[in-house]
């Protein structure tokens, strides 16, 4: 059960080559995310209003009820 075993090791890495590719998925990203969320602002607040007011309401009722006993 002594027998030896070399072991092998894979690295992954980009070159210079593949960043270049990258750099398009980062161009412009604002602008789109802005063009996004104005085409479909009231998607956008059909999500975050009622998200928003809950926590919203959450954090009230937490705060009078650490308040309540102080009456």
């Known amino acids: 059960m002594g027998g030896k075993y070399?072991?092998?090791e894979v690295t992954y890495s980009l070159g210079p080559d593949s960043w270049e590719?990258?750099?398009?998925l980062w161009k412009g990203a604002g602008y789109?995310?802005?063009k996004r969320?104005?085409?479909?602002w009231?998607?956008?607040l059909t999500l975050l209003v009622?998200?928003?007011g809950s926590y919203w309401?959450?954090?009230n009722y937490r705060e009078k009820e650490k308040l309540h006993h102080r009456h």
């Open 57 to 59: 309401y959450a954090e």
């Open 6 to 8: 070399k072991l092998k």
């Open 21 to 24: 590719v990258m750099r398009g």
């Open 32 to 34: 789109k995310t802005h």
């Open 50 to 52: 009622p998200v928003i």
């Open 37 to 40: 969320i104005h085409e479909n």
């Open 42 to 44: 009231v998607s956008a």
